[in-house]
């Protein structure tokens, strides 16, 4: 059923077409934008507008992303239609990354970076996962922040390729060309993070992420020190990339349903679980791998 949802999504986006600005939109908490003549919760973007890379068939032609209509509350059932975002906020004072377990990736030698016009090293090479509708994204990273990019594609890739994930509901595909590429990943100084988000109207402060539209832009200093309510840093990086993603697939903001449960991964977790448990999965009731 999920995957016959991605299907209807994408022939929706190509029956509507671009719209006539051709805006990706952004969002961050509590910040509200306008779509058309509507309020809602997120901020306008440029009008460019990004090529996607979802497709039904290998070959297939790019979409162009689109947003239709408001975001709706709660999680937007309607994968590839809505474009929204996250800023994430938390007491800077506290480094709860302190002491934490985290998963350090393949200890081999980064093969020569493939730079982006904006000066990021992607990762090279192709790897995919799960079923159904194409979704093509890239890992790019600062080079200023001295981090191999290997080990941040390992820890983004065993976040998305995991049963768990949204790999559930869709071919989750890995390649290093960005005009193939409907969300583009990327680990950035918060100074590019805000740069970034910025150019969807987010003031992410320097301690947020985001998905503007085209970026889910990853903040360095969140990769490093995770969250107070996380007790260690492979679920928070785990939960981080899975709710960017999320947005650019089109998910909205969930919130926690009852005290004990796992919090829901579209739940803003960084700012607290609100007596729900830190959770990286989308789906962690399916089996691990």
């Known amino acids: 059923m999920r995957a016959t949802n991605l299907l209807l999504g994408a022939v929706v986006l190509v029956a509507v077409g671009v719209a006539a600005d051709g805006a990706n939109l952004g969002a961050t908490t509590g910040d509200p934008y306008v ?27 790019p979409l162009t992303r689109t947003a239709t209509s408001p975001m709706p509350e709660g ?4 994968p590839f239609g809505y474009a929204g975002a996250d800023g994430e906020v938390d007491d800077p004072a506290r480094s709860p990354g302190a002491g934490m377990s985290i998963d350090t990736g393949p200890d081999d030698p980064a093969e020569p970076a493939i730079m982006s016009p904006e000066g990021f090293a992607i990762v090279p090479g192709a790897t995919e996962a799960g079923s159904g509708p194409i979704v093509a994204y890239t890992v790019e990273v600062e080079p200023s922040l001295g981090i191999d990019p290997l080990s941040v594609a390992a820890a983004v890739e065993g976040a998305l390729h995991d049963p768990r994930s949204w790999s559930d509901e869709a071919t989750l595909r890995r390649v290093d060309d960005i005009a193939a590429a409907a969300i583009r990943v990327v680990l950035a100084e918060p100074a590019t993070v805000d740069e970034l988000c910025g150019q969807a109207g987010l003031d992410t402060g320097g301690r947020f992420s ?5 970026f889910a832009a990853l903040n360095a200093m969140r990769w490093e020190e995770g969250a107070p309510d996380f007790d260690d ?21 969930e919130d926690c349903e009852a005290p004990g449960e796992l919090a829901p ?18 789906y962690p009731e399916l089996s691990p791998p």
């Open 35 to 61: 779509v058309g003549a509507q309020t809602v919760q997120a901020t306008e973007a440029p009008p460019e507008a990004a090529a996607t890379g979802i497709s039904e068939e290998p070959a297939s032609l």
């Open 75 to 78: 999680r937007a059932r309607q």
């Open 210 to 214: 985001c998905w503007n539209g085209t």
């Open 233 to 253: 840093l492979t679920t928070y990086r785990r939960y981080l990339v899975n709710h960017e993603f999320g947005h650019g697939l089109g998910y909205g903001h």
């Open 265 to 282: 991964v579209m739940m803003q977790q960084t700012k607290g679980t609100g007596g729900c448990e830190a959770n990286g999965w989308p």
